[in-house]
C-alpha cells in the first residue's frame, strides 16, 4: 500500500530539509528537470532531502515500501538538491537541464540527463551513466557498467566489471580498468585505455575520426587485432605480424589468449606498453 | 521542461516489464490522460514494425549464412597454421553484423546487447577465413524503414525538446551521417573488406541508438 507523502515548498520562498527512515530493498527515485543534484552518503538506515527550490519549482516526495521517489514536478524553476543517502541504496537518478554528482555510494545506480555533467563515484551492480550534452565520468565502480554521452567526454577510472562506454563527438578515456569484457566507441574523439588484459578478456575499442591508444602490461597474452582504412599504426612491440590483409592486420603477444580489437577509421591506433615507453617502430596499413 | 513520469514507463508498460501493480497504475493513468495514450500508439507502432522484422530477418537468408560461416571447415592449403583449439569470438563476418543491424533496429536495447556483447557463439576460427561479403540489401532496407520510424516519432516530438538540445542532437547526427559517408566511399573502393562491413554496420547501428535516444527523449519532454 502506498504512502504518499507530498511536502511543497513555494518558490522562492522556503527550504526542504527532512529525513525519511530507509528500509532495506528501497529505492531512491530522484527527477529534477532543471538544478542539481548532488548525492552523498552517511551510516544512518535514513535519507535525508535537502532541497532549494527558485523560480516556482516544487518539490514531491511519495514513499512507498519499494521506492522513495522525489521529484519537481511543472516545467518552470529548478531545484537543487542535497541528498543523503545509506551507502547501500540503489539509485535513480534523472534530469533534463541538471548536473547530478553522487560520491560514496556501493549500490545500483542509474543517473541520466540531457544537458548536464554526470559525476559518480562508487556503484556497482548495474551501473548506468548518460547524458546528452554533458560529461561523465565514472570512478571505482564495480559491476555491469554502461557509461555514454553523445557531445562530449566519457572517462572511467578504477573500474571492475563489465565496461560499456560510448559517445559520438567525445573522448573516451579507460584508466586503470579491471575487466575481462570492454566496449568503448566514439565516432569523432580519441580513445585511451589503460587496464589489465585479461588472458580470456575481449576488448574492442574504435573511434572513426580519432586516436586509438592502447596501454598493453607486461605479460599480456592477446591477439590484437588492428583495422583502420586512411589512418597508421604504431606499435611499441616489434611489429610480428601472424597475418596481415589489406587494412586489417593481427599481432600475436604471448600466448595470444585475449582478443584485442583496436579499429580507427582515419586515426593513429598506438600500441604502447604500460608506463612510459617510446616507440620502437612504426607503419602505415 | 517537465518529465513526465508516466511516460517514462511506457517503454517497460509496452515490453511488459513492469510488475502487476505498476502496470494497474500505467493503465489507470492511460485511460485518464490522451497525450500518454498517443505515445503508446507510437511507441506501438515501432514496435510493431521492429516485430516484424525481428521475426523475418533471422528466418530468411541471414542466419543460415551465419551458421554455414562459422561451422568449422576442413583446412586447406594457404600456408596460415590451423588454429583449433584456440578460442575466438566470432564478431566481425559482415552476415553478423548486418544481422546485428537489423536486430537492433527491430528491437532495441536487449538485441544490441545479444548481438554486441554476447556473441551467440565463441568457437574455434575456422583454418581460412570466410570470404567477407557486403552488408546485404535487405538488411540496409530495414535499417532505412527503422531509421524513417525513429525520425517520424522525433520530428513528432521535436517541438518538446529544448532547442539547445535539438541543435546537438542534429549535430551528432551529422557526424554519424558523415561517418556513414566515409565508411560507404571506403566500401566503394574496397567491398570485400571485412573490417569496413563492420565498421559501417557499426556506425549505422550507433545512428540507431542516437535516434531511439532522441525519440525517447522528445516524448517524455
Known amino acids: 500500500m502506498l504512502l504518499a507523502l507530498t511536502l511543497t515548498a513555494l518558490a522562492g520562498t522556503q527550504q526542504i530539509d527532512t529525513t525519511l527512515a530507509a528500509r532495506q530493498g528501497q529505492r531512491l527515485e530522484l527527477s529534477a528537470p532543471a538544478g542539481e543534484i548532488a548525492v552523498g552518503t552517511w551510516s544512518r538506515d535514513a535519507v535525508r532531502i535537502q532541497a532549494t527550490p527558485s523560480g516556482g519549482a516544487r518539490v514531491e516526495i511519495d514513499e512507498s515500501p519499494r521506492e522513495l521517489s522525489v521529484r519537481s514536478p511543472g516545467r518552470h524553476g529548478r531545484v537543487s538538491y542535497r541528498i543523503t543517502v545509506p551507502p547501500w541504496m540503489p539509485l535513480g537518478l534523472s534530469g533534463v537541464n541538471t548536473s547530478i554528482t553522487v560520491d560514496g555510494v556501493e549500490g545500483p545506480v542509474s543517473a541520466e540527463t540531457v544537458d548536464g555533467d554526470v559525476s559518480l563515484k562508487g556503484g556497482s551492480g548495474v551501473v548506468s551513466l548518460r547524458s546528452v550534452q554533458g560529461d561523465v565520468s565514472l570512478e571505482g565502480a564495480k559491476g555491469r557498467i554502461d557509461a555514454s554521452s553523445v557531445n562530449s567526454d566519457v572517462t572511467v577510472r578504477d573500474v571492475s566489471g563489465d565496461v560499456q562506454v560510448q559517445t559520438v563527438n567525445g573522448d573516451l578515456r579507460l584508466e586503470r580498468v579491471q575487466s575481462g569484457n570492454v566496449d568503448a566507441n566514439t565516432v569523432n574523439g580519441d580513445v585511451s585505455y589503460d587496464g589489465a588484459i585479461r588472458p580470456d578478456g575481449r576488448y574492442r575499442l574504435v573511434t572513426h575520426n580519432g586516436d586509438l591508444t592502447v596501454a598493453v602490461p607486461d605479460g599480456a597474452d592477446a591477439l590484437v587485432t588492428v583495422s583502420t582504412f586512411q589512418g597508421d599504426f604504431a606499435s611499441d612491440f616489434p611489429l610480428a605480424f601472424r597475418e596481415r590483409r589489406g587494412r586489417r592486420m593481427e599481432l600475436t603477444l604471448g600466448r595470444g589468449t585475449a582478443r584485442v580489437e583496436l579499429e580507427s577509421f582515419q586515426g593513429t591506433i598506438h600500441l604502447k606498453r604500460a608506463g612510459p615507453a617510446r616507440p620502437e617502430s612504426s607503419e602505415s596499413p | ?221
Open chain 2, 1 to 221: 521542461m517537465e518529465r513526465d513520469p508516466w511516460t517514462a514507463k511506457l517503454s517497460e508498460y509496452l515490453d511488459g516489464e513492469l510488475a502487476a501493480n505498476e502496470r494497474a497504475a500505467v493503465e489507470r493513468h492511460l485511460a485518464a490522460c490522451p497525450t500518454c495514450t498517443a505515445v503508446l500508439a507510437e511507441l506501438r507502432a515501432v514496435a510493431e514494425r521492429a516485430r516484424r522484422l525481428a521475426a523475418r530477418e533471422p528466418a530468411t537468408d541471414l542466419w543460415p549464412g551465419i551458421a554455414r560461416r562459422l561451422a568449422p571447415r576442413p583446412a586447406v592449403a594457404t600456408g596460415l597454421e590451423p588454429r583449433a583449439g584456440r578460442r575466438r569470438w566470432s564478431f566481425s563476418l559482415p552476415e553478423l553484423a548486418a544481422a546485428a543491424l537489423v536486430l537492433v533496429a527491430a528491437s532495441g536495447g536487449a538485441a544490441w546487447w545479444l548481438a554486441e556483447r554476447r556473441p551467440p557463439v565463441a568457437r574455434p576460427v575456422p583454418a581460412v577465413a570466410p570470404g567477407p561479403t557486403p552488408i546485404p540489401a535487405a538488411a540496409e532496407a530495414d535499417y532505412d524503414r527503422a531509421v524513417a520510424d525513429l525520425e517520424r516519432v522525433l520530428a513528432a516530438g521535436r517541438g518538446t525538446l529544448d532547442t539547445a538540445t535539438v541543435r546537438v542532437l542534429e549535430r551528432n547526427l551529422a557526424i554519424i551521417d558523415r561517418a556513414i559517408a566515409d565508411a560507404r566511399r571506403a566500401l566503394a573502393a574496397d567491398p570485400a573488406s571485412a573490417y569496413l562491413n563492420a565498421h559501417l554496420a557499426r556506425t549505422l547501428r550507433l545512428k540507431l541508438d542516437l535516434l531511439r535516444r532522441a525519440a525517447a527523449l522528445a516524448a517524455r519532454s
